[in-house]
């Protein structure tokens, strides 16, 4: 079997810091794992040059979100051995999903690995926009001591209307740790909670368009898809409150490039936060680098050391499967048999 990775490249910490299995160094921890059985990985950097040149007689193809292969439906064509195509982490929007099926390839990601890495990221950055603790932290290093500047857009968290799009694993996480800081929450989903779960969680149903303008801070926690590609278009970035914040931990593409940064010269937003860009890694001309009362960081808040443990051992335990001929755990499927199985995927391409 010829297997393949791509992984971010984890420089001298990859040296220093065992426990950063994610990077193409260590590979996950798999090589050793993967040789006693007789097999031997390919850990690769270059997602373009390298991948074009393996992808023809490659069976097996492991990927991550934060340094993703773009494997589109050319590049499928382009693979008639592969079998399998793992995702380190969660979110598998940077494979074409319906042409793996229709190639009878699986695809499968590490459901729930690093849900709670992400929750806390957005915890953060809300708290980071809203607190205004950039400008603060950046008076401190220019050696300046200006109270005004930062305290006249410095706002408390409590009792802002918090809405969050998507509430599955993440996004119930979410509203579970913003309970403490007394915030009533809505939410959107395309599919409802019930009654006890929104009770337990402190949340209310709202549809997309009635939520948007209602709250002062929005945090986005749905997959990429067809559907929710660009879902925060001009027109709903302007029907946002006047003042309110925006911050997107889910994907690059849900939120339109431009029209953010219009929005944010403007004013009509008072800040954006989170680690997704489309394309990844950005480029350093990236527009949202340099628009105005961001915070973003690069795409890290699902790979904590904790997190890197759990993807690499999910992703151990696929292979382990795979090369058995069992069946890969049910949750972490998200293409098998010729079809889009996972849930949060299907009801988009069903549609699409
Ligand atoms: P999940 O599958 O548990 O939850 C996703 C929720 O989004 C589901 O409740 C689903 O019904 C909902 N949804 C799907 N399409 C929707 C639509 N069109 N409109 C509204 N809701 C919709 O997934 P989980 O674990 O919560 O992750 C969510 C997303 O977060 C992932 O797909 C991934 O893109 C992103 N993610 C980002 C990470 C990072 O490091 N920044 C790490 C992990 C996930």
Known sequence: MKIISFLYPGGEASKQVPELLGCAENALGLKPFLKERGHELLSLVDKEADLDRNLPDTDILITTPFWPAYVTRARVEKAPKLKLILTGGVGSDHIDLAAAADHNITVAEITGCNVVSVAEHAVMQILTLVRNYLPAYKQVLDGRWDIGEIASKSHDLEGKIVGIVGAGRIGQRLAIRLRGFDVPMLYYD???????????????????????????????????????????????????????????????????TLPLVEALEKGHLAGYAGDVWYPQPAPPDHPWRHMPNHAMTPHVSGTTLEAQKRYADGVKDCLQRFLDNRPIERDYLIVEGGKIVSPSYAYAYKKA
């Open 190 to 256: 395309f599919r409802r909670l019930s009654t006890v779960e929104e009770q337990v969680l402190g949340i209310k149903y709202a549809l997309l368009d009635d939520l948007i303008p209602k709250c002062d801070v929005i945090s986005i926690h749905c997959p990429l898809t067809p559907e929710t590609d660009g879902l925060f278009s001009r027109k709903r970035l302007f029907a946002m409150k006047k003042g309110s914040y925006l911050v997107n931990t889910a994907r690059g593409k849900i939120v339109e």
